[in-house]
């Protein structure tokens, strides 16, 4: 059975929009019914992207909404927030989608901290802030998807900047599900989307990767199964796999450990035998 915030007719805001993931669940959406808002920092992608929603639209252009949005600034989100409203009425669906990526090393490269968190984890912060209170007021069964990521749960090195702010974004999502769900007659649910190895940002696609729609697929399915964690697998890692990945990284504190024991030379044995 669909959810009801899935239903024909509601509404939809993807931040991150214009491209990848974000493009695919417009179009999935609005394939489905849904009357759909892409923002995104890029106007010029954003233009051609709302043309494609449309195609799919059953109202067409009269269906889409498209709003150029820095998602680092609060202002812009409640700019958005007034054009979503006096357009469509209402928000059944918010995915903090948008995201930037800078390497950064843990001691150095401050712009990169500064742009990754303002965009990744403020980014969220804005849009819970000025979307979830009008969500909670509408009194209709509600969503809110937000962006994590892999390397925000096992923390890989190569990217600390990246990894603390998805791992941000992860514990905000934890917490606020926890306070919704804690709300009496909440209809308002929250959803961490996790996405595994995914062709995004105009790359070339690997064989093993997934297409942003095999995610845009994935998550709705996971959402109308009611599932919080939505982890998605690739080509390469099998949900299995995943599990045990995530495991040894908590085992790292319970076993007391190295940090990120899983690339620590004298853990190689034992990670390879504990992921076979």
């Known amino acids: 059975m669909s959810h009801p915030a899935l239903a024909p ?82 928000v059944a669906l918010l995915m903090n989608n948008a995201a930037a990526f800078r390497f950064g090393s843990a001691f150095r490269d401050r712009e990169a901290w500064e742009t990754t968190f303002a965009v990744n984890v403020m980014g969220v912060v804005h849009g819970l802030q000025v979307f979830v209170p009008k969500m909670l007021e509408q009194g209709t069964a509600c969503l809110v998807i937000n962006t994590g990521s892999k ?67 994935w998550m709705i399915a996971a959402v109308e199964r009611g599932d919080f964690y939505i982890l998605c697998p690739d080509g390469e890692v099998s949900p299995e796999l995943d599990r045990k990945r995530v495991l040894w990284g908590a085992m790292d504190i319970t076993q007391n450990r190295p940090a990120l024991s899983r690339w620590h030379p004298d853990y190689k044995d034992e990670f390879e035998t504990f992921e076979p």
């Open 9 to 90: 007719g509601r509404v939809a805001v993807v931040t991150g929009g214009a491209s990848g993931i974000g493009l695919a669940v417009c179009k999935r959406l609005a394939g489905r019914g849904m009357r759909v808002c892409l923002a995104d920092v890029d106007a010029e992608k954003l233009v051609r992207a709302g043309e494609e929603v449309a195609e799919l639209a059953a109202g067409g252009s009269d269906h889409v909404v498209t709003c150029a949005v820095d998602v680092s600034q609060r202002s812009d989100l409640e700019r958005l927030q007034g054009e979503v409203l006096r357009t469509f009425g209402e």
């Open 151 to 217: 390397q925000g749960i096992t923390n890989p090195p190569g990217i600390p900047n990246y990894n603390a702010a998805k791992a941000a974004v992860r514990s905000l999502t934890e917490s606020l599900q926890h306070e919704l769900r804690n709300i009496e007659g909440c209809q308002v649910a929250a959803h961490l989307l996790v996405p595994g190895w995914t062709t995004t940002g105009g790359r070339e696609h690997h064989p093993s990767a997934w297409l942003p729609e095999q995610v845009a697929d």
